[in-house]
């Protein structure tokens, strides 16, 4: 089957760092994406990883590991603005994307 | 800089009811798709279209008919609607595939009593 999984809720301090992990079972999977979901607010992209490693944009870095099918999203230096659902997305065999059920952040100063 | 956007934002409807969620992108993107989100569930595809013209069935159809009569217009009814399609709906637009980035609507929340 597809599936993506990821934790229902994380919490953090304030200008700490927090990784938010995504396990992914796609057939015919290209890359992963990461959006960030404000309450009541649409999702905006974050990042898109097709190879494996670490990308870097600025206090955000996403990693990929295409064998263990896993990935994960790090935020640094943590701002209270950074209080978000993180959406884990990928793509599967029928051109689509499969879509995780979100990482309630809370932060807290 | 409009990008994607939703009309209505809000709708209460009962049951049987009919309606049509209007979605228009300003960034000539070929790709277009209609989302449901529900609490505890990640976003699940509706319907989704590839060019003008196009139209193509997600992972949820049952319920939904679109139409893609205009590039820049992606519509989705609802043409009896039922308790169990009280969601938020989300429009969004890629400029090709799903492996490109996708620009969402402010979303619909829709209530069907």
């Known amino acids: 089957g597809q599936n993506i999984d990821q934790p229902t809720e994380m919490t953090a301090t304030e200008g700490a760092i927090v990784q938010i992990n995504c396990t992914y079972q796609t057939s015919g999977f290209n890359g992963l994406f990461w959006y960030q979901q404000h309450a009541g607010e649409a999702p905006t992209f974050l990042s898109y990883n097709v190879l494996d490693g670490l990308e870097e944009k600025g206090r955000f870095s996403s990693f990929l590991s295409r064998s263990k099918g896993y990935s994960y999203l790090l935020l640094k230096e943590l701002q209270m603005k950074d209080s978000a659902s993180y959406l884990c997305?990928?793509?599967?065999?029928?051109?689509?994307?499969?879509w995780g059920a979100g990482t309630k952040l809370i932060i807290k100063p | 800089n409009a990008g994607v956007t939703q009309t209505p934002k809000f709708r209460v409807l009962k049951t049987g009811q009919s309606m049509t969620l209007l979605c228009a992108q300003d960034m000539n993107h070929e790709y277009m798709y209609w989302y449901r989100q529900d609490p505890g569930m990640g976003l699940r595809l509706i319907h989704y279209?590839?060019?003008?013209?196009?139209?193509a069935k997600g992972e949820v159809p049952d319920g939904y008919n679109v139409s893609r009569l205009k590039k820049q217009n992606f519509l989705l009814g609802l043409e009896s609607a039922a308790p169990s399609q009280t969601s938020v709906y989300f429009c969004a637009s890629s400029l090709q595939g799903p492996h490109q980035p996708q620009h969402f609507g402010d979303g619909t929340r829709l209530s069907i009593l």
């Open positions: 997305a990928g793509t599967d065999s029928n051109y689509q994307l499969i």
């Open positions: 279209s590839v060019g003008e013209g196009t139209t």
